[in-house]
């Protein structure tokens, strides 16, 4: 299995929600943050969420008061994405920082598509 799987993308219409999640194994489970980032066609990566295994959370500008990033007990990474907007479209990707490990973890990417 790959060290993140990623779930929960698709096609919504604008104002709709998604939930994706990002489920760390082996090695990815000792994560201090996790991050996720995302890239539309033609636009540089940006960092979207994220969060630390403290619980302390950070957001973009351009997505306060509409995701929501959070973790359970089984350390799965989750972001709760409401309001969409069609400039919201872009591939997400989930990405682990690991204590002592200079190793860069991402999952494959899931596809969100927010349509007018």
């Known amino acids: 299995q790959a060290p993140l799987v990623e779930s929960g993308g698709g096609l919504v219409q604008a104002g709709g929600s998604l939930r994706l999640s990002c489920a760390a194994s082996g090695r990815t489970l000792s994560w201090s943050a996790m991050n996720w980032f995302r890239q539309a066609p033609g636009k540089q990566r940006q960092l979207v969420a994220a969060?630390?295994?403290?619980?302390?959370t950070y957001y973009a500008d351009s997505v306060k008061g509409r995701f929501t990033i959070s973790k359970d007990s089984a350390k799965t990474v989750y972001l709760q994405m409401n309001s969409l907007e069609p400039e919201d479209t872009a591939v997400y990707y989930c990405?682990?920082?690991?204590?002592?490990?200079?190793?860069?973890?991402w999952g494959q990417g899931t596809q969100v598509t927010v349509s007018s």
């Open positions: 990405n682990a920082e690991i204590p002592n490990d200079r190793s860069r973890y």
């Open positions: 969060i630390n295994s403290e619980g302390n």
